[in-house]
Nanobody
C-alpha cells in the first residue's frame, strides 16, 4: 500500500505561481510518479510524470515550459512547480503512483489506469 498526500493548492491570479507537493508513505518503492488534474465536468487529464530511477520527465503539451515536475527520493516527495498559471489550469490536482512499470511510452503514462495509487487531490484555482 502507498499513501499519497498532496498539499500546496490554493487561489492565485493569472500569471502567478504555485508549488504542489506529494508526500508518499507506506510502500514507497514506486517506478514513477505522476500528476493529473480534473476540472468540473471534464475527464481526469495527465499533466506530468517523473521516473523514480532516471528522473526522466514527461508533460502534456499545454503545460510544457510552465510546469516542472521534480522528486526528492530521500523524502519520498514529488513536486509540481507551476508558473505562468492560466485560468484554464483551474482544477483539482491529483498525485499518482505507478508501482509497476517505468515506461516512457506516451500511450501508457497518460492513462489514469496506469497508476495504482492516488492522493485525495488539492484544489488549484486561477482567477483572471
Amino acid at each position: 500500500q502507498v499513501q499519497l498526500v498532496e498539499s500546496g493548492g490554493g487561489l492565485v491570479q493569472a500569471g502567478g505561481s504555485l508549488r504542489l507537493s506529494c508526500a508518499a508513505s507506506g510502500r514507497t518503492i514506486t517506478r514513477a510518479m505522476g500528476w493529473f488534474r480534473q476540472a468540473p465536468g471534464k475527464e481526469r487529464e495527465f499533466v506530468a510524470r517523473i521516473s523514480r530511477s532516471s528522473g526522466s520527465t514527461y508533460y502534456v503539451d499545454s503545460v510544457k515550459g510552465r510546469f516542472t515536475i521534480s522528486r526528492d527520493n530521500a523524502k519520498n516527495t514529488v513536486y509540481l512547480e507551476m508558473n505562468h498559471l492560466e485560468p484554464e489550469d483551474t482544477a483539482v490536482y491529483y498525485c499518482a503512483a505507478d508501482t509497476r512499470f517505468d515506461i516512457g511510452n506516451t500511450y501508457y503514462y497518460i492513462r489514469p489506469r496506469s497508476y495504482d495509487y492516488w492522493g485525495q487531490g488539492t484544489q488549484v484555482t486561477v482567477s483572471s
